[in-house]
C-alpha cells in the first residue's frame, strides 16, 4: 500500500509493516494506521469524487486496502444525512443534520468496519473470520462475510436482542450465545481465536476497522460540501467508532479539504460510562456495570478506551450520560420529527445532544450533526416500550369512534 | 402537470382530470395515470440521469408530481441490485441480481409508494393521511409522514407483526390495530377515511401508489444499463407492486428506452393465492383465506386484482406457489449466499424463482432479477423459525469445545 507508511502503537510508539492480519502490539496498546499524505494528496483531488459509486470506497485512497483488493458485495456507506429543521428549532440550534446510518446493509454503522475486515481477510487468504460483538458487529460481519463466500463464527452475550440474532442466524453464521457480559463474551472469543487462528475482527485488536468507521466522517464532511459543523454528536460504547469517526476528520484536515476540526459530542448511557468518566475526571478509566437498555453501547470493559479519549479530549469534545428514560424519549422524538426510526444506542447521540441543550452546553448558532448509528427494528422490544401500544379495536366504526373519544383523539380538528 | 394526459378506468376506460386527490372510477374500477409519452421522450434523455440524485426521484418526468412539488424528505429507492454469482449457479441460471428493497427508509419497498402518497397529499394541501395495510404500506406512511410533518391514521390487522407496530409508534402515527383479517381492516379504513376526509394511501384507491412503486422497475433496467433481463421475479399480494413494477417497465418501452419486455414471475403464496389462481384458472378471481406466515402478502381479497392480472398476462408472465418451509428455505438462501437479509413475503420471489428452476421452468440461459421487497428484521420471530437459535454456552472454552464436538463443528477443518 503506496500511501500507508507503516502502523503505529498508540500507546509505546512501536512501528509494525501494515499486514493484513495485524493484531495487538506486542505492549498490549492498539495500533493506529499511518497514513502518507503527501503522496494522497498527490493523487486524491475532490473532483476525482464526481464519478465514483456512492459506497465507502469511494474515499480509497484514504482506505488501508491494497489497489488491487476485491471489495466486498455489498454497498455499504453513503448513508443518508437529513436536515432536520422542525428538531433543530425545538432543540435550540441553528442547523441539526441526521446521519441515518442504520440504512446500511445490516442496518448499522458496523458495517463499515466489517466491509473492511472482510476486505483485509481476503487479503489475508483468510476463509473464516471471527469476532465477538454486543450484536450489530457480529451481524454486520456475518452479513458481509456470507455475502463474500467467507464462513464465520460470531460470539454474543445471551443478552443481545433477538433482530440482532435473526440476522446472524440468516446469514448462516456459527453463533455462540456466551452465557455472560460482553467482557465474558470477548474473553471467549480471544481464545477461540487463538486457538483456530481464524481472522479477527475484534474491532479493539484489528486495527483496519477504525479506518472502516471513519468513512462516516468522510461521508458527512463531503454530505456537508465540506463545510465544517461545529459538533458531531455520537454514542459511545466500546470507543472504536468514535474513534473512527475523529480519525476520517483528521485525515480531511491533514490532506487540506476541511479547515478546521468539529468538536465530538461523546454520549453514553448514564448506567455504564466508563469513557466519560475517564474524561470528566481525568483520571484513567476504570470498569462499570453494564446498567442500560441501550445494548450496543452496554460496554463495562471498553476495548478501545485509549484512542476514544484521545479522540474525545483531542477535538475539545464534550461528554454527556443519558438516562434509559432519555434513550427512549430521543428514539420517538427522532421518530416523529425526522422519520427516523433508531435502536436505543442508535439514538443516544442524539439524547445527549438533546440534554446539552437542555443544560445550555450548545450554543445557540451552533451547526450540529447527530448520527444515528443503527436501525430501530434491531430491538423491537424496547421501541415497544418507548412508544406504546397502538389502539386495538373490533371492525367496527362506532366501537373506532368511542376509543378515539376515550382518549381525547379529535380527527375532525385535524383534517387538512 | 404537461406530461400527464389523464386519468383512466381501467374497467370502463372514463377519463379523469389528473388531480391531487384521485379515488376510483365511478364504476369501482382503479384508474391508471396515463402520460404523454412524444412529450417525455422530448424532455428526457437517458444522459440527462447522470447529473441527479440517486433516489427515486430522479425519473421525475416518468412521475406523476407537478415541476415544482415539494418533495418528501426521507431518501427513497436507488436499493443496490446485486449480481448473485453463486445462487445464480446453485438455482441453474445464467444471470441472476437480487434487487434489495429492505433498504429503503423504513426496510420496504411500500416507501415507494408512500413517498408518492405524501408527494400528492402535499400538492392537495393535505395535513393528514390515512391509511390501511398489512403492516409495510403502514409504516412506510408512517415514516415519510412524519419526516414532511404530516399526520396519519394507520389501520392495521392485529396479526401485524411487533417490527412494524414498533416503527408506526416510533413515527408518531395513530394506530388503529383492527382485531379481524385485511379485508376488515381495509373496510374499516374505508369508512373513517370517508367520514374525516383524510387523504387516501390506500394503494387501490389512489391511483398514484404504483407510480410511485413503478421506480423499482426504472431502477433495475438503469442498474443493469438498460439491458432487458429475461425475467422478474416477484411476490404478489394485493396485485398493486407487481402491477407498479409493470407499469416502469412498460413506460420504458414506451419512450424507447428498452427494446423488449422482461417477462414477470409471480409469487404468491400457496395458502394464499386469489391472483395466480385466477391467471391459471383463466377466470374472474375469488377470496380466498389468509393462511400464510407472509404477513405482508397475506390478502384474501386483493384489492387491485384487475391492473395485477393485466400485468402478468401482458408480460407472458409465470406464476407460482409457495409453502410457507419454502419462503423461509428462501429466506435462509438468500443470507447465507448473498448477504441479503429479507422478510418472509421480501424472499417469496426468489422461494418462487426456486421452484420454478426445479420444476425445469426456466431456461439454463436465462437472465432473472429477483426483488426482495422487504427487511427480514420487520419479523424477527419467523427469522428465528426459519434459521433456528445459537449454540448457548457458559464463557468457557472446554465447554465451547463440548458444544462444538456435540454438534460435529469442526473449526480446524475450516480455516484459512
Given amino acids: 500500500m503506496r500511501h500507508v507508511i507503516c502502523a503505529r502503537c498508540v500507546k509505546c510508539g512501536r512501528a509494525y509493516d501494515a499486514v493484513p492480519d495485524l493484531t495487538n502490539c506486542a505492549c498490549g496498546g492498539i495500533l493506529d494506521i499511518i497514513y502518507d499524505y503527501d503522496y494522497i494528496k498527490s493523487v486524491l483531488h475532490k473532483e476525482d469524487l464526481a464519478d465514483r459509486p456512492y459506497d465507502m470506497w469511494r474515499y480509497r485512497e484514504l482506505l488501508p486496502v491494497e489497489p488491487d483488493t476485491l471489495l466486498p458485495p455489498l454497498r455499504v456507506g453513503w448513508s443518508p444525512l437529513y436536515e432536520a429543521e422542525r428538531l433543530a428549532k425545538q432543540l435550540g440550534v441553528r442547523k441539526l443534520w441526521i446521519k441515518d446510518d442504520g440504512l446500511n446493509p445490516t442496518a448499522s454503522l458496523k458495517d463499515r468496519a ?27 460481519l456475518a452479513g458481509n462475510a456470507a455475502a ?25 453464521a456459527t453463533v455462540i450465545s456466551v452465557q455472560g457480559s460482553y467482557e465474558d463474551t470477548f474473553e471467549l472469543s480471544r481464545q477461540a481465536i487463538a486457538r483456530w487462528g481464524w481472522y479477527n475482527r475484534n474491532a479493539a485488536i484489528n486495527p483496519y476497522l477504525s479506518e472502516g468507521k471513519k468513512t462516516v466522517g468522510l461521508e458527512i464532511l463531503e454530505q456537508l460540501h465540506w463545510e465544517v459543523p461545529d459538533y458531531i454528536a455520537i454514542s459511545v460504547g466500546d470507543g472504536c467508532t468514535i474513534a473512527g469517526l475523529w480519525k476520517g476528520l483528521k485525515d480531511l484536515y491533514a490532506i487540506g479539504w476541511i ?13 455504564c460510562c466508563p469513557i466519560n468518566r475517564a474524561v470528566e475526571e481525568n483520571a484513567p478509566w476504570r470498569p462499570m456495570e453494564e446498567n442500560t437498555l441501550a445494548d450496543s453501547i452496554a460496554v463495562g470493559v471498553p476495548r478501545n478506551p485509549d484512542k476514544a479519549i484521545a479522540a474525545i479530549r483531542g477535538s475539545r469534545g464534550l461528554t454527556v450520560e443519558v438516562t434509559d428514560e432519555e434513550i427512549l424519549t430521543a428514539q420517538k422524538l427522532l421518530g416523529t420529527s425526522c422519520g427516523v426510526f433508531g435502536e436505543p444506542a442508535g439514538v443516544t447521540g442524539t439524547a445527549g445532544l438533546k440534554k446539552l441543550c437542555q443544560q445550555g452546553r450548545i ?38 369512534l368511542e376509543a378515539f373519544a376515550q382518549r381525547g383523539i379529535a380527527p375532525e380538528a385535524q383534517s387538512g
Fill in 363 to 400: 450554543p445557540a448558532e451552533a451547526t450540529v450533526v447527530s448520527v444515528v448509528t443503527g436501525n430501530g427494528l434491531k430491538d423491537v422490544a424496547n421501541a415497544i416500550r418507548a412508544s406504546g401500544e397502538p389502539i386495538s379495536v373490533p371492525a367496527d366504526l362506532g366501537q373506532l
Fill in 148 to 172: 463474500a463466500g467467507l464462513r464465520t463464527y460470531i460470539f454474543v452475550p445471551s443478552r443481545a436482542p433477538k433482530g440482532k440474532l435473526a440476522q446472524l442466524m440468516s446469514f448462516g
Fill in 114 to 140: 466489517s466491509a473492511m475486515a472482510v476486505a483485509k481477510a481476503t487479503e489475508a487468504g483468510a476463509e473464516v473470520i471471527a469476532c465477538s460483538s454486543t450484536g450489530n458487529a457480529a451481524s454486520s
Fill in 259 to 271: 479547515d478546521r476540526l468539529p468538536r465530538l459530542i461523546a454520549v453514553q448511557a448514564a448506567g
